[in-house]
């Protein structure tokens, strides 16, 4: 083997091993729920409690707001789960 041939095998590869493409890159996430928000929704009575719940967006449990007509948005993602009832 030529050395030249060596060093490309050593920078590169044989090439059965390289990625692939690189992924997309991933959407930004929603801005968070800001204080404001919460004292609005507090005043106007559309929120009666806060508590942790699964969110279907991301797939884990998060802070939820609890609202009067039994559903329920995630502070994280800002997803929407609609009432149980």
Known sequence: MSPLTAVRRLLR???RHRPGTPPAPAAPSPALLDEQALTAAIEDGDIEANDWA???AE???T???MHTDGS???WTCRHVTGSDQ
């Open 63 to 65: 802070f939820h707001a």
């Open 13 to 15: 590869g044989p090439g």
């Open 72 to 74: 329920r948005t995630c």
């Open 54 to 56: 699964y969110c279907a």
């Open 59 to 61: 797939q884990r449990t």
